[in-house]
């Protein structure tokens, strides 16, 4: 049966515009991006089959363009959407942080370091500047490091700050295991950077840690 034969309100297009994106599957969000599938499997089938044999969705996401264009489904012109959706969701993340914008949501914060952060293999450390109104003012990887961390040093960051003529940052750092719980090591850096930062009265906001799902803050749990 071909997805136009499904009843409207199970068609992905259809229940998109009518109940949201977040209802849908990741299958079915894919499967939007095919248009249609392979032969005799209609386009949720080969976005499961996509996902089965080369997911979940992170890891399928973070391939390369060219390695993306070989896999079953998919193919230049597909991958080409998707690698500028994927784009699109990053630029929109960057958008209200590179217009200046006040960063009122701590939220935000998240989504910016989750989108510049995850995927990277090793583990890496970086830094948003921000004015004294937390306004965004640069945004630089400073360390990185094997797959098991990052060696992060504390004048560096300060430097970095004072070079920004920065009034506050917020850090983060991915864990490439995708586990984002904390570790001591994490809590002890924080630790020192805000003690080495406000010796020039410059304020650590927040420590984020980047893994699968929702970045988890430090500063939420007490710990900046």
Known sequence: MHIRDWPSSE??????LARGAAVLSDAELLAIFLGSGLRGRDA???ARDLLNAHGPLRALLERGPAELA???GLGPARTSRLVAALELCG???AAGLERGEALTDPQAAGRYFA???RGHAHEVFAALFLDTRHRALAFEELFRGTVDGAEVHPREVVRRALAHNAAALIVGHNHPSGCSEPSAADRAVTVQLKRALALVDVRLLDHLVVGDGAPVSLAARGWV
């Open 44 to 46: 949720v089938a080969t």
């Open 11 to 16: 068609r992905p297009r259809e229940k998109l």
């Open 70 to 72: 070989e896999l079953p």
């Open 115 to 117: 989108q510049r952060l």
């Open 91 to 93: 630029r929109y993340l």
